[in-house]
């Protein structure tokens, strides 16, 4: 079982960059799907990244794609955000779920079986 703990989240302006860490214990992150959500007050989880297991594929939603990107190393995913636009305040949550041997990846939040607590973002106009 893996156990997930996220960082970095704080208050940015709009424009600025951000990176958010998650730190994987319990397991390599190899051995698991790993992704990005976040979500606002009265919204759904939303995927914002994912990178599969051993291929390191990566899926990013078309809002996202071209700012955001989800390295990885050995025990750790991150999130690279640039050009942060102004929205409403959200929590980012780091999640994983096994991999299977076609080492897919996967893109709601009912398919994933770790999270961690979380850590909030606000960009400021």
């Known amino acids: 079982q893996v156990q997930l703990v996220e960082s970095g989240g704080g208050l940015v302006q709009a424009g600025d960059s951000l990176r958010l860490s998650c730190i994987a214990s319990g397991g390599a992150v190899s051995r698991y799907v790993m992704a990005w959500f976040r979500q606002g007050p009265g919204k759904a989880r939303e995927l914002v990244a994912t990178i599969s297991g051993t291929e390191e594929r990566t899926y990013y939603p078309d809002s996202m794609k071209d700012r955001f990107t989800i390295p990885r190393d050995s025990s750790a995913v991150d999130l690279h955000m640039n050009s942060l636009k102004s929205e409403a305040p959200a929590v980012y949550y780091c999640?994983?779920?096994?991999?299977?041997?076609?080492?897919?990846?996967?893109?709601?939040?009912?398919?994933?079986?770790?999270w961690g607590q979380g850590t909030q973002v606000t960009v400021s106009s």
């Open positions: 999640a994983a779920r096994a991999r299977d041997r076609l080492d897919i990846t996967y893109r709601y939040p009912w398919q994933f079986d770790y």
